[in-house]
């Protein structure tokens, strides 16, 4: 049953993305790198003690794969008595001047597994989907949510988080 449901959402918010990169050919996006910084927002609990929904901060960055509409991203969310690292592969379709929104995949690396973090309390599969945009010269506002999937001990709940932040183009 839990294969089914990430299967088809998968497909939901891939068809919504990659249409967006083809609706929008015409547009330029954003390809630049940057790091940044925010506010991450666990919205979930495993139901079980010490996993409770985490307020922390979040360390973003990415890398723009030349010539390719694929980003490779890394974030790390702390916050509660454990960080979560994430290194991440997105495909990035521009929507708008400026702006792209991405989905992709990768793995979340909780430091201290059985200690909570906004996005779980152990090692899971995380499923991203967000919204980059430069605002100003060199200055990039993005926003997004993982989904941690079984990311908690004894549970077989998933986890949400939810980011913001600011950062800066080079």
């Given at each position: 049953?839990?294969?089914?449901?990430?299967?088809?959402?998968?497909?939901?918010?891939?068809?919504?993305?990659f249409?967006a990169?083809?609706?929008?050919?015409q547009?330029?996006?954003t390809?630049?790198?940057?790091?940044?910084?925010?506010?991450?927002?666990?919205a979930?609990?495993?139901?079980?003690g010490?996993?409770e929904a985490?307020v922390?901060?979040?360390?973003?960055?990415?890398?723009a794969?030349?010539?390719?509409?694929?980003?490779?991203?890394?974030?790390?969310?702390?916050?509660?008595?454990?960080?979560?690292?994430?290194?991440?592969?997105?495909?990035?379709?521009?929507?708008?001047?400026?702006?792209?929104?991405?989905?992709?995949?990768g793995?979340?690396?909780?430091?201290?597994?059985?200690?909570?973090?906004?996005?779980?309390?152990?090692?899971?599969?995380?499923?991203?989907?967000?919204?980059?945009?430069?605002?100003?010269?060199?200055v990039?506002?993005?926003?997004?949510?993982?989904w941690?999937?079984d990311?908690?001990?004894?549970?077989?709940?998933d986890?949400i988080?939810?980011?913001?932040?600011l950062?800066y183009?080079?």
């Amino acid at each position: 049953m839990k294969l089914t449901k990430l299967a088809t959402s998968f497909l939901a918010v891939a068809s919504i993305v990659f249409s967006a990169g083809i609706a929008s050919a015409q547009t330029v996006g954003t390809n630049g790198n940057y790091i940044g910084a925010g506010v991450a927002v666990g919205a979930t609990s495993g139901g079980q003690g010490n996993d409770e929904a985490q307020v922390g901060g979040n360390i973003q960055g990415r890398y723009a794969v030349p010539k390719t509409p694929l980003s490779l991203r890394g974030s790390v969310l702390y916050g509660g008595d454990a960080a979560a690292i994430m290194p991440i592969l997105t495909y990035d379709a521009p929507i708008a001047k400026n702006t792209n929104v991405y989905f992709g995949g990768g793995y979340s690396f909780v430091t201290d597994e059985g200690q909570k973090s906004p996005l779980g309390n152990q090692n899971a599969p995380v499923v991203t989907l967000g919204i980059e945009s430069e605002i100003r010269n060199n200055v990039i506002a993005y926003g997004d949510t993982k989904w941690g999937i079984d990311a908690y001990r004894n549970s077989d709940a998933d986890a949400i988080s939810f980011q913001a932040g600011l950062g800066y183009r080079f």
